[in-house]
């Protein structure tokens, strides 16, 4: 469906890629911990390494609640856009296939939050 | 039937209001809550300018409910002489 | 000349007729598209604006009569307040929160509605909306200036208040109240009256001012107590207003049905999204509470609403297709609300707190089906790192819904555990949603919420430090550039209510004030 | 619960808002038409674009010619906000309705002469259409307009002249009937004395820019007709023939004329001061509109003065140009 309108109207998106200074933006999850209340939004080079982004970043993000230590990542279960997907954490975000205002999610199995609320 | 409702402010100048309200209408139910005192009434509710006249003891007119109103539901009919709310179904 | 002939009274009904259409003509030296140019577009049909039935007929003198009289009381009140330190016979310092909140959050809403009024006013061709359009425009200029008059003594002494409208065109949270308002205004006059006169005056609005202002009365604040029931007595007239324009539109044209649900759909459920934040206010910010949200919207739309929409059922309009969902969510909308400002309490212009062990059983009997399951254990982690010393403050910032702007805090419909997560392509992008209902909405109008002013995309760009910020410079720290251009004063006007300095001054000022030496 | 406060002292944190305090140049205690006015409308970040005008922001400035540097330079004289405006009104409605009673109760109508009673009813009751276009007018200022110190004002004026249309009615109701309202429709819609009356009311309704509108409507058409209708025709001619009770139940409009166009030439003076591209404009504008006003409103103070309504409108002309050049319009 098109928008009704009195004349032509049509514009940029307000957040197309170009407007990121080099950077695309990656939304995070992290199932069954709803301590963080949403996903993350993140601005990333698309030529960065997915593993840095998991040893360099999440650790600020998701590092405060008592779960993040214990994450075995080589069991880590991930999703991209809700389908099961699997990263190459050696390889770049670019070449893991994942491009602007993508989302992925992960779960960690085991882990269920404080007294297993999913918080 | 649904209900329709009133809801005015609680204050001196609504207690005759409110009292008249319940004398045309014995179905109305009244809940008062802080401040504000809720009239449910199933159907349709009346409020009769003749009737709070005569509690008043002067002349009363109807869209001087205006300034103590809080809120109400259902269609709205408006004369000199009354003011109607209701619901069709 | 027979001068003693009784002249013939005329009814309510005809004396306010030539009141108003009276007025008006049939133009003949422009076109009525050029007077109108704004009618047609949005496809609603109309034929004769002369069946426009006038919900309350009062002429100008009787409203100015009345209006001043609500004025004169309401300021009264206003000022008494002030020379009185009223402020001090609050409940407790926290209940003064759901008042930064309504400053910043809705009091430049009712200005959007007085400038919208005064544009729809403008444009329907109808000599009856007309007038009913532009007395709310002014009333709606009232509610505005009323709120930011009663609530100026709030800021004398209270932080987070002391810049709001800058704030409203800023700050992430506000960008839902404020896109709501304008998606309503940058719709067509039709839409706009359907959003705004009838799903939210109509439907909403009881939950909004109801619940906050009876609150407000709970919680020993008569200033807002006032404004908010004056403004009230104002909504009767603007409510039935809005179900006028909704039976008029319906009873013209047949082929008007389906737009008018569509946008009913729409509007019902951006309505409920912005009232996310009532939710959380009476279930978590009122030191004394009235009533649950849930109650409350079991009240105010299960019953009155439902009413409603029974009634409409005649001209074939249904029931929003969300309600189902909000239904399922009224058991959860406060506490996952509530949690994210707890989240992101180092970026509000309000304090926020984890409730305490009596509030907890309060919430507890209220939601005996979801607080101690899901939620009562997130906020008492909380509670108790926190009187570890290691309060929880979230640095990272959260995705958006594209099209409400709520952090995507929402879950699966039927499943408080999981984020709901939904996604569309238009053109070159993706774009994302907290729901079902959002992401329609999105696919019915994909240029418009292209445009959204996405707080935290926004920041990513770069467009919300202050002017000159070199965000390249070494040791650049994002979070006080981004709280500097919101004009929010760090240890002020965030972080926990515990240890501010609103709950300082605040306990000190009423030891003074209650106190006999 | 009920506390028993003691009244102590307690030194305020700040005294008015921050976006007051930076216009004010510093933070000291502000009046309620500051606090109610100052960037009360949105200026950034608007999400959308209108559908209806997808060329402009929802507010923008762009909307009109003139330039501002900061639309909260315009300063309501009557420092007019909601409470101050609607107590004002009251006041004056207060009035209005002790005249009506008056001329009602003591038969007054009855005893105008019966060709004041024409004249009055043939000349004031089409005037109820045009100031229904000047609610409509206002109402367009007020939407379009930028910042709330220019388009707040708007809305009060267009409120007014709804007021003012329905005393208008009231007139026509209480000297004559529901068939005279009929018939001054039927002069107003084909009556020549009207035409070019209505045809500039209908042109002004479709100018977008709403500071040409401003002109057109406030400070043009009714700074020549009330002064000419209210203060002329009916004070000092009718008056003259034995119509006092006409200018009785108008005294609400020759009142409000005085009143309201004290923010009129305020308004201008503060946009003509502003740069020599505004004045010239403005200058531009009145002209244009003053004269089609004047030359409209000849027929109609025909109805009242006959042969005289040339000299008569020329008089008021030469005085509206007094007026102008006061607050900075060389017309």
């Not at chain 3, 108003?20 to 003509?25: A, E, F, P, S, Y």
């Amino acid at each position: 469906m098109a928008v009704t309108a009195l004349k032509d109207y049509q514009f940029e998106p307000a957040d197309r890629v170009e407007n990121f200074h080099g950077n695309q933006l990656l939304y995070i999850g992290w199932e069954d911990h709803l301590l963080f209340c949403a996903p993350f939004a993140f601005p990333f080079p698309p030529a960065m390494r997915f593993g840095d982004v998991v040893e360099q970043v999440l650790p600020a993000a998701f590092g405060y609640h008592p779960d993040f230590a214990k994450i075995d990542w080589a069991t880590a279960q991930w999703f991209k856009s809700g389908q099961p997907w699997t990263p190459d954490f050696d390889k770049s975000l670019a070449d893991n296939g994942l491009g602007h205002k993508d989302v992925i999610r992960f779960r960690t199995p085991g882990l269920t939050g404080i007294k297993g609320s999913c918080t | 039937m649904s209900n329709v409702f009133l809801a005015l402010q609680a204050n001196e100048e609504t207690r005759a209001i409110i009292e008249a309200i319940t004398e045309d209408n014995p179905h109305a139910v009244v809940h008062p809550s802080p401040a504000m005192v809720k009239i449910d009434a199933e159907g349709s509710l009346t409020v009769r300018r003749e009737t709070i006249e005569a509690l008043i003891g002067r002349s009363f007119d109807l869209q001087e409910l205006h300034i103590n109103l809080i809120s109400l539901s259902g269609h709205i009919d408006e004369t000199d002489d009354e003011l109607t709310l209701h619901w069709n179904a | 000349m027979d001068m003693n002939v009784p002249k013939k009274k005329l009814s309510l009904k005809e004396k306010y007729s030539h009141m108003t259409r009276g007025l008006d003509w049939e133009p003949s030296y422009q076109s009525k598209d050029d007077v109108y140019p704004y009618a047609k577009y949005e496809g609603i049909k109309i034929h004769d604006w002369d069946k426009w039935e006038d919900p309350f007929r009062l002429t100008m003198d009787a409203y100015w009569k009345y209006q001043a009289e609500k004025e004169r009381k309401l300021y009264a009140i206003i000022d008494a307040y002030a020379q009185n330190n009223g402020h001090l016979s609050v409940t407790d310092a926290r209940y003064i929160n759901t008042v930064k909140l309504f400053l910043t959050g809705v009091s430049p809403l009712e200005y959007m509605a007085h400038r919208g009024f005064a544009h729809v006013g403008r444009q329907l061709p109808g000599a009856g909306p007309r007038v009913a359009c532009l007395m709310q425009s002014i009333d709606e200029i009232r509610h505005a200036q009323t709120q930011v008059h009663s609530l100026s003594n709030y800021n004398k002494y209270y932080n987070g208040l002391h810049d709001f409208r800058h704030m409203h065109d800023r700050v992430w949270y506000l960008s839902v109240p404020k896109s709501f308002f304008d998606d309503a205004i940058t719709a067509g006059p039709f839409e706009f009256m359907v959003a705004i006169g009838f799903s939210f005056e109509y439907v909403l609005t009881n939950l909004l001012f109801v619940p906050f202002v009876s609150g407000a009365a709970y919680n020993g604040d008569m200033g807002a107590m006032t404004f908010g029931f004056s403004a009230q007595s104002d909504e009767a007239r603007h409510m039935t207003l809005g179900l006028e324009v909704i039976k008029f539109m319906l009873e013209q044209d047949p082929d008007n049905l389906p737009i008018v649900q569509r946008w009913i759909d729409k509007w019902a459920w951006r309505g409920t999204r912005v009232l996310t934040l009532v939710a959380m206010m009476m279930d978590y910010m009122l030191p004394k509470r009235i009533m649950s949200w849930k109650e409350a919207w079991e009240v105010y739309f299960e019953e009155n609403g439902g009413a409603l929409f029974k009634d409409l059922a005649r001209y074939g309009i249904t029931m929003p297709k969300c309600i189902e969902d909000i239904t399922k969510e009224k058991e959860h909308l406060s506490h996952q609300a509530w949690a994210t400002f707890y989240n992101y309490g180092a970026a509000a212009a309000f304090h926020t707190w984890t409730p305490d062990e009596d509030e907890m059983n309060w919430l507890s009997e209220k939601y005996p089906d979801s607080f101690d399951k899901y939620y009562r254990p997130r906020l008492e982690y909380w509670r108790d790192e926190a009187a570890k010393g290691n309060r929880f403050y979230n640095k990272t910032l959260p995705m958006l819904c594209q099209v409400c702007q709520i952090p995507m805090l929402f879950t699966e419909p039927g499943d408080p555990t999981k984020i709901c997560y939904r996604e569309a392509q238009y053109k070159d992008d993706k774009y994302h949603f907290c729901s079902d209902h959002c992401k329609e909405i999105f696919e019915h109008e994909p240029e418009k919420y292209i445009q959204s002013w996405l707080p935290v995309h926004q920041i990513y760009q770069g467009n919300c430090f202050p002017e000159g910020t070199d965000p390249t410079a070494e040791g650049f720290d994002p979070l006080a550039a981004v709280l500097a251009y919101y004009h929010m004063n760090f240890g002020r006007d965030n972080l926990d209510f515990e240890g501010s300095e609103d709950q300082k001054n605040f306990d000190a000022w009423r030891g003074v004030a209650t106190s006999n030496d | 619960m009920q506390m028993d406060l003691r009244t102590v002292a307690i030194k305020p944190l700040r005294n008015t808002f921050d976006h007051v305090a930076r216009r004010l140049g510093a933070d000291k205690p502000a009046s309620r038409y500051q606090e109610g006015t100052f960037d009360m409308q949105a200026a950034a970040n608007f999400h959308y674009r209108p559908t209806w005008d997808p060329e402009h922001e929802i507010f923008d400035a762009s909307r009109t010619a003139i330039k501002m540097a900061d639309w909260y330079a315009f300063k309501d004289p009557r420092q007019f906000y909601y409470g101050t405006y609607t107590l004002a009104r009251a006041k004056q409605q207060d009035t209005a309705e002790a005249n009506f009673n008056f001329v009602e109760t003591r038969g007054l109508a009855a005893m105008l002469n019966d060709e004041v009673k024409a004249t009055s009813l043939k000349l004031l009751l089409p005037l109820r259409h045009v100031a229904w276009g000047g609610n409509l007018n206002n109402a367009s200022m007020c939407a379009y307009g930028y910042g709330t110190a220019f388009t707040q004002p708007c809305i009060y004026h267009a409120m007014d002249h709804l007021g003012i249309a329905q005393y208008l009615t009231r007139v026509g109701l209480l000297l004559g009937s529901e068939e005279e309202l009929d018939a001054a429709k039927d002069a107003w819609m084909t009556g020549d004395a009207w035409q070019g009356l209505r045809r500039y009311v209908e042109d002004s309704f479709v100018l977008k820019d709403p500071v040409e509108l401003f002109v057109a409507q406030n400070v043009a058409l009714d700074g020549l007709l009330y002064p000419l209708v209210y203060e002329t025709i009916v004070d000092d001619v009718l008056s003259s023939e034995g119509g006092t009770a006409i200018a009785l139940l108008t005294q609400f409009m020759t009142e409000w004329f005085g009143e309201t166009r004290r923010w009129v030439d305020a308004t201008l003076k503060t946009a003509a001061g502003e740069s020599a591209e505004n004045k010239a404009l403005l200058e531009k504008w009145t002209t244009q509109w003053r004269d089609r006003a004047a030359s409209a409103l000849t027929p109609v103070a025909q109805i009242a003065v006959g042969g005289r309504a040339d000299t008569v409108v020329a008089e008021q002309v030469e005085q509206f140009n007094t007026r102008l050049a006061k607050a900075g319009v060389t017309v």
